[in-house]
């Protein structure tokens, strides 16, 4: 069974600060996307990642991709409030998708 | 272009009632996705259809859940009876491979609270 791990799964960050989150996967997958869910809302994909090395970035978002060692990490700099969110990240296997544990993030002013 | 849309986005019902959600995915999807997503954490898979055919249904609980995707567009899930563990977010989602990649989008979901 693919398991796919996040972690944290709660961050509390001050505005303007860096942190990273981290998503780990146990089965060969090259195909790793990040999502973004607001609270009663739905999912909005934020990074489609499709190679080994891949590296996408919007704003103050950045992900990368490490298919040799199962890892993706999705860096976030300079917090601002409005990041606060839960973002998910999931891998596929042939037409379906897995997705982590997701991590509450919560910027503070 | 509309996304994906899905109906109701809230209900509430007793225990031992059905229920029924309703999906349009984006035109010329051709897979459609159904999950349940439990407070806290993310989306789980119940069901995928490839156009008409339901290509995994391993996580829904057949005893109580059914779908259906007719002319291989709109879908319904059904619950019957309902139960109080049932009570989640119920997310519908269609894709597209574009280039060999596969791109989800998800609708906004339906909230079900069983009392």
């Known amino acids: 069974e693919l398991k796919v791990e996040q972690n944290p799964l709660f961050l509390s960050m001050q505005e303007g600060k860096n942190y990273t989150i981290y998503c780990n996967y146990s089965t060969t997958s090259d195909r790793l996307y990040w999502y973004r869910q607001d609270p009663g809302k739905s999912l909005e994909s934020l990074f489609v990642?499709?190679?080994?090395?891949a590296v996408k970035q919007e704003g103050r978002l950045m992900a990368s991709l490490d298919t040799k060692a199962r890892l993706s990490t999705l860096h976030i700099t300079a917090a601002v409030h409005d990041l606060s969110a839960t973002y998910f990240c999931a891998v596929t296997f042939g037409n379906q998708f897995y997705f982590g544990t997701g991590t509450s993030l919560t910027v503070i002013p | 272009e509309a996304g994906v849309v899905q109906s109701p986005r809230y209900k509430i019902i007793e225990k031992k009632q059905p229920v029924a959600f309703w999906c349009n995915p984006i035109s010329g999807h051709n897979t459609l996705y159904w999950y349940r997503q439990n407070l806290g954490q993310g989306p789980e898979l119940l069901i995928r259809?490839?156009?008409?055919?339901?290509?995994?249904d391993s996580q829904l609980p057949k005893d109580r859940f059914s779908a259906e995707r007719l002319k291989g567009v709109d879908s319904t899930l059904k619950i019957q009876p309902a139960e109080l563990g049932d009570s989640a977010v119920y997310l519908c989602a269609s894709s597209l491979a574009w280039r060999g990649v596969l791109e989800q989008y998800f609708g906004p979901g339906t909230r079900l609270t069983v009392t």
């Open positions: 990642l499709l190679s080994n090395g």
């Open positions: 259809y490839e156009n008409e055919e339901a290509v995994d």
